[in-house]
């Protein structure tokens, strides 16, 4: 088994440096000088701008200018530095904190409430429970984020201590702990967990259509331990790869959340870094989410060798 | 294995009358959209301990849907069972509680299905599929369970059992799969064995071996066994009798002596006159010419009328009933002499 995660962290290799190269190439190629940017209104010495330009390789061409970069990373650890001078790794180190605490703590809402409603509405259906979780899914789908977001906000944040006078839902900032990530880990997980009902339901239904279902009532086993012991464990296979897959979407996906609870994330650097067209910065953040995608895939990869059996590390 | 060590007089069962299991006009349906699917219309049919019953039909003619209403693990809805009784010992399996009717399920009356890679659980071991008979219904803790489904893989010939009992199902053949379902169906010493199929999914040399191994344990258990196939040559060498179905009817019911002599029914007449063509497994049935009539719009009269060679005027107007020929034996055919007797084509 170990040598099948040192196998596939070398595989990632090439996915990295593709996916970092495609951003890099993408930020250089966007309109407008970044220097000129930096200074704004004012106008700027020349010559100091020539000693920026340089230190920062971006006169060169593209193709060394990223090899500056990625050698770097790879042999350094050095993300490189911002425009202001202050390292990637040190501006991002507590930002990437807070942005994987609000992803996880939406994971996790996002797979109680997903597979809870989902095997609900999977062990109700066609009846009115069913009908209802599958109408509100709907719902949470096209309720975008910015709505939810800014809706949830006002009623659980604010009107909810106007009337309790505590605040169970603190509506910005990270100062709470915990509690701070409830409310926005809410709203980013919303849609996931809209796909994760409808998943979770989907297979635990075809799942109980099964022959080894139909054998395990005919060893006489009670309904009970048919659907708990014989039908979950194969019907949360599929959940996992979605589960996994998704945490990458949902630090992606951070950006708005982060913007909305004034959180002091990833995901607010990054908007801020592509209007700055700071490639170390974006190129970084980019690196990071890479990281997670190939990290959370390759324990998605372990966790389904794990629940089945089937799968070898091969 | 010869016939006659199988055989066994109904008096041994020492249940009077009363067979082990006696299906008495069952009527199975289904409730979908494009209509009540009448799935079994009044099948009968009995089994005594030690005795094996072998059920023959075309795909479609309702012997696995008669077979999942006897073990009760038929989904209801969209299935419904408007008419009809199953009883065992006496006891109308219908009118049980579902409490009571779980305990016969898997402990008294057990079945094994065609393809055993989809009816065992992918993600359990073989060992713990079949202790868990143990814990759940003998109330055993996990070690005397696990030594328990080692004596079973044993008991069907399934080599170095102790150390494949961890493994799953996937790791076996189709062959030793369908063993590990034998051993699991037969694990609580069941009264009645219902095999649907159980050698369709395998190459020809090992059907011949699951088909000993279930006659064997047969012998040993005095168990009644429902055998459910299309391979008529298997039925030759293990059944007792002989239930032939066509549309949710039996239409031939008799002693399998008596049937390879003279069948009584165009059907079973021609199941038998296509076996020596047969060159690939599962085509012998397609023999008959014309296709199994659709459930929800069934031919008028005799529901075999249109495939029929023996079909007269009447037979597209009247159903015709069971008819009794002699003691053990009935046709559902007007003309039963006249098929009896010989070919009028
Ligand atoms: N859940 C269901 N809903 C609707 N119709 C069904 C259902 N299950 C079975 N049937 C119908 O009942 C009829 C009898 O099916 P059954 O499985 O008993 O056939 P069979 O004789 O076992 O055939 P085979 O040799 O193919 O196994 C079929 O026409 C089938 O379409
Ligand atoms: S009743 Fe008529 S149609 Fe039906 S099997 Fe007999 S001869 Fe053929
Ligand atoms: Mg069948």
């Not at chain 1, 080894?212 to 979950?232: E, F, M, N, P």
């Not at chain 2, 002693?255 to 006159?273: S, W």
């Amino acid at each position: 088994m170990g040598r099948y995660i040192i196998r596939r962290l070398i595989q990632a290799v090439p996915v990295l440096l593709g996916a970092t190269l495609f951003i890099f190439a993408i930020v250089f190629a966007l309109p407008g000088d970044p220097i000129a940017a930096l200074a704004g209104e004012k106008r700027q010495d020349p010559n100091i701008v020539a000693i920026i330009r340089d230190q920062y390789h971006l006169n060169d061409p593209l193709l060394l200018q990223y090899w500056y970069y990625i050698s770097g990373i790879i042999f350094r650890g050095d993300f490189g530095k911002t425009f202001a001078g202050v390292p990637v790794t040190q501006l991002l180190a507590g930002k990437l904190q807070v942005t994987l605490n609000l992803a996880l703590v939406a994971l996790v809402l996002e797979a109680v409430i997903g597979v809870v409603l989902g095997l609900w509405a999977a062990l109700r259906r066609g009846r009115a429970t069913d009908t209802a979780i599958l109408a509100s899914t709907l719902l949470l789908i096209s309720i975008p984020t910015l709505v939810s977001g800014f809706v949830l906000q006002l009623w659980l944040g604010v009107w909810l201590k106007q009337v309790t006078g505590t605040e169970i839902f603190p509506i910005a900032g990270t100062t709470q702990g915990i509690k701070s990530y409830l409310l926005p880990g809410f709203v980013l997980a919303g849609v996931s967990i809209a796909y994760l009902t409808r998943l979770t339901r989907t297979s635990l239904v075809e799942t109980l259509r099964s022959d080894y279902i139909r054998t395990a009532t005919a060893k006489g086993l009670s309904r009970r331990r048919v659907i708990g012991r014989h039908g979950l464990r194969n019907a949360l296979i599929p959940l996992v790869t979605y589960l996994g897959a998704d945490l990458g979407n949902l630090m992606g996906g951070a950006v708005i959340t982060e913007t909305i609870f004034n959180l002091p994330g990833i995901g607010n650097q990054l908007y801020q870094g592509v209007y700055l067209r700071e490639q170390p910065i974006v190129v970084g953040i980019v690196t990071i989410l890479v990281l997670v995608y190939i990290v959370a895939n390759l324990v998605v990869d372990l966790m389904y060798a794990v629940l089945d059996p089937r799968i070898r590390y091969e | 294995m010869s016939k006659t060590s199988l055989r066994t007089s109904p008096a041994e069962g020492g249940l009077g009358d009363e067979p082990l299991l006696a299906v008495e006009d069952l009527h199975v349906e289904f409730v979908t959209r494009a209509g009540i699917v009448r799935a079994v219309n009044g099948v009968s049919y009995s089994l005594n301990p030690g005795e094996t019953l072998a059920v023959l039909g075309e795909s479609g003619s309702g012997k696995s849907v008669t077979a999942q209403a006897i073990m009760g693990i038929l989904d209801m809805p969209p299935a419904r069972i408007p008419k009809g009784e199953i009883r065992f010992r006496g006891t109308d399996l219908l009118k049980l509680s579902d409490e009571a009717r779980t305990q016969v399920r898997g402990q008294r009356i057990s079945m094994i299905f065609q393809d055993a890679l989809s009816a065992l659980n992918p993600v359990f071991t073989v060992g713990w599929q079949i202790s868990e008979m143990f814990r759940v219904h003998r109330g055993m803790n996990k070690r005397d369970a696990m030594a328990k489904a080692v004596e079973l893989m044993d008991r069907v010939r399934i080599p170095a059992a102790k150390q494949r009992v961890n493994d799953y199902p996937h790791q076996f053949s189709g062959g030793m799969r369908q063993r590990i379902m034998i051993a699991m169906s037969i694990a609580l010493d069941p009264e009645v064995l219902i095999a649907d199929e159980p050698t369709t999914a395998l190459d020809v040399t090992v059907q011949a071996q699951i088909m000993e191994l279930l006659a064997e344990l047969q012998r040993e258990s005095n168990m009644g066994l429902i055998l459910i196939t299309h391979d008529l040559g298997v039925v030759a060498d293990v059944a007792d009798k002989i239930a032939v179905m066509y549309a949710g009817r039996i239409v031939e019911n008799a002693p399998v002596y008596d049937i390879y002599r003279a069948p009584a029914h165009p059907y079973t007449k021609g199941l038998l006159e296509s076996i020596p063509r047969v060159d690939q497994k599962g085509q012998e049935l397609y023999a008959i010419k014309g296709l199994p009539p659709n459930l929800l719009d069934m031919p008028t009269g005799c529901a075999f009328h249109p495939r029929c060679p023996y079909r007269q005027d009447n037979c597209v107007t009247d159903a015709p009933p069971l008819y009794g020929i002699s003691g053990a034996r009935n046709s559902a055919c007007h003309y039963w002499r006249e098929v009896l007797d010989g070919d009028p084509r």
